[in-house]
């Protein structure tokens, strides 16, 4: 339903008219230009496009440029996306509406292509060839050049990261060199074969590979690198005047065993030897403590919380007061601070976790504009029994200090793929999907800004385990996940598609329940009935890829490193005018 409904059984006069009754009994279009901007300024492309078909006057509202400036805003903002990545002053309005519509435009592609759970099964979509497969209309090549201040060769490229946006792409190759590429904001641009920005690294491997971050003043790019001994953020501003990496803060570290960080314009994050350690590198102060997990897959932070994804479940902690780095910091991280125990914890609907599909740090700060997903990769049947289902009804339950969590009503059972075999045991693989959800109402004090919210839980078979470790989780908006993973010949990228519109999930706030004895019926928060559309879909990759596969849902491209190191950058939606 558009934001806008408007009688299809307008006057005939509906046009912007200056007959005073007719503008009189027009309802919206009594409304002066400007004002119907204004109002047009909170409506997405969609409902834009959708009042555009109504009558000639709205046509002529829309076909105004600041509602298109306005829109791919709007839908930056929503959705996280690097916002200079669009020269607005410098595009045209039907660059504007075609840039605003991309990601809608990727998505239809999605569905066309895809396959339910009814269809046949993830591998047989990966190894086939048919026409079902969307196909790029673009394939560029990234052909460097020698930055002039770098002697030696930039050797092969090893990995890469797509900005959201799809305009900026940070690369590492073999020689230690981080770069910044342009690709251009539409796929009929040429890649410039100059590097935007180059920082050689120096001696050392790197543990991970290039992650990114929106500086504070949204103009800039965060950068973060870690190798052996040491952690460093970079700044570069890729369309100013000079471009050139500047190494913000740094911070000695030994790693050893398994280690996770997520880091913000602010914060870093990082889990190691069971300690935790948040960072504030731009003020320099730190904190760490002992917790209990032993293996965590992934952290998202908040204003005040962090959220921990380990073997078992969600675990909340509330961050202790900072404390000056110099005062108290050595490598590796020490407790300064007693064993922190989870404020919150809840369980995973599945009975044996494999992995948490990865998430870039990009996606997972927390705030009011953009929510988080996890998907949690599994095998064995939902922990929720029915002895559970009749003890809760259809509640949500949060069970305070003894963690527990039921959700009967998401899986049915009725509705799921017929494939169970797979490689493990001969059970099947199951994803759970979650969002961190803001809560409306806290019924005691303490607890967290944010609660994990299960949104979708599915069996999709066996035929994905072989490959699970290359999973990972691309939010494409408040409705929509993405979860996209390659196909083992290398020749596809498969998608896993849940389109959240109209399927009865909610997607604002939520109150909280808890099991306490002092809870009320009325605090029950009730799943919704209707299950989202799961959908995968194939995407033909060009070359065979040896590195990681990136894709920004939004400007719908995918880029990969084959096995030569060259980077192919694919684009799945036609540019303006073809």
Avoid at 114 to 139: F, L
Avoid at 342 to 349: A, C, F, N, T
Wanted: aromatic share 8%; with cysteine; charged share 20%.
């Amino acid at each position: 339903m558009p934001l806008f409904a408007v009688k299809q059984s307008a006057h005939p006069e509906c046009a912007i008219s200056n007959n005073a009754a007719c503008r009189r009994s027009a309802g919206i279009l009594s409304l002066p230009l400007d004002t119907l901007i204004q109002v047009l300024s909170f409506a997405n492309p969609q409902d834009i496009i959708a009042v555009r078909k109504t009558c000639r006057a709205l046509m002529i509202a829309t076909c105004q440029r600041i509602v298109w400036i306005n829109a791919l805003r709007l839908i930056c903002a929503q959705r996280g996306i690097y916002t200079r990545s669009f020269p607005v002053k410098e595009m045209s309005l039907v660059q504007l509406e075609h840039a605003a519509t991309t990601p809608f435009r990727f998505t239809s592609l999605l569905r066309h292509s895809s396959r339910s759970q009814k269809s046949p099964s993830p591998t047989a979509a990966a190894n086939s060839t048919s026409s079902s497969s969307a196909q790029p209309v673009a394939i560029r090549l990234l052909q460097p050049r020698l930055p002039r201040d770098f002697a030696g060769d930039i050797g092969i490229f090893e990995s890469s990261y797509l900005v959201p946006g799809g305009r900026f792409l940070l690369t590492r190759s073999s020689r230690n060199l981080l770069q910044v590429w342009d690709l251009g904001y539409s796929a009929d641009m040429m890649i410039k074969p100059e590097s935007v920005a180059s920082h050689h690294l120096g001696d050392g491997e790197l543990q991970f590979d290039p992650d990114a971050q929106i500086t504070q003043d949204g103009e800039g790019l965060l950068v973060f690198l870690a190798s052996e001994n040491v952690f460093r953020i970079f700044e570069v501003y890729p369309l100013s005047e000079s471009p050139s990496f500047r190494k913000v803060a740094s911070i000695d570290v030994v790693l050893g065993g398994r280690c996770v960080y997520v880091f913000t314009s602010t914060l870093i994050i990082f889990y190691m030897n069971r300690r935790l350690t948040v960072w504030d590198y731009v003020e320099d102060n730190i904190v760490s403590w002992t917790i209990r997990s032993a293996q965590v897959w992934d952290i998202a932070v908040s204003n005040s919380h962090i959220t921990l994804l380990d073997q078992g479940g969600f675990s909340i902690y509330k961050i202790p007061p900072l404390r000056p780095r110099a005062q108290v910091y050595q490598a590796p991280p020490q407790a300064y601070v007693s064993p922190q125990v989870p404020l919150l914890s809840v369980q995973y609907p599945i009975s044996s976790v494999v992995k948490v599909a990865d998430n870039w740090s990009w996606y997972t700060s927390v705030n009011d504009n953009r929510p988080v997903h996890f998907d949690v990769l599994g095998i064995g049947l939902p922990i929720a029994s029915s002895e559970a289902a009749s003890s809760s009804g259809s509640s949500y339950i949060y069970s305070l200090n003894n963690p527990s969590y039921s959700d009967p009503d998401v899986v049915d059972s009725d509705s799921l793929d017929d494939d169970n075999t797979g490689t493990n045991g001969g059970e099947a693989l199951i994803i759970a999907r979650y969002t961190l959800k803001k809560v409306k109402n806290h019924p005691r004090d303490g607890l967290p800004e944010y609660m994990p919210v299960l949104v979708e839980h599915v069996r999709l078979g066996g035929h994905l385990q072989p490959n699970v470790d290359n999973a990972r989780s691309i939010r494409t908006g408040s409705r929509d996940l993405v979860l996209m993973w390659p196909s083992m010949q290398g020749k596809k990228l498969l998608v896993y598609y849940s389109d959240l519109e109209g399927s009865g999930q909610t997607t604002g706030d939520v109150p909280l329940t808890d099991s306490s004895p002092d809870r009320h019926d009325s605090d029950e928060v009730r799943p919704p009935r209707t299950r989202p559309r799961p959908r995968i879909a194939s995407l033909e990759i060009s070359g065979m890829f040896s590195g990681e596969v990136i894709c920004c849902p939004f400007a719908g491209r995918v880029c990969s490193i084959d096995e030569q190191g060259t980077i192919h950058v694919m684009d799945y939606v036609r540019p303006v005018g073809s």
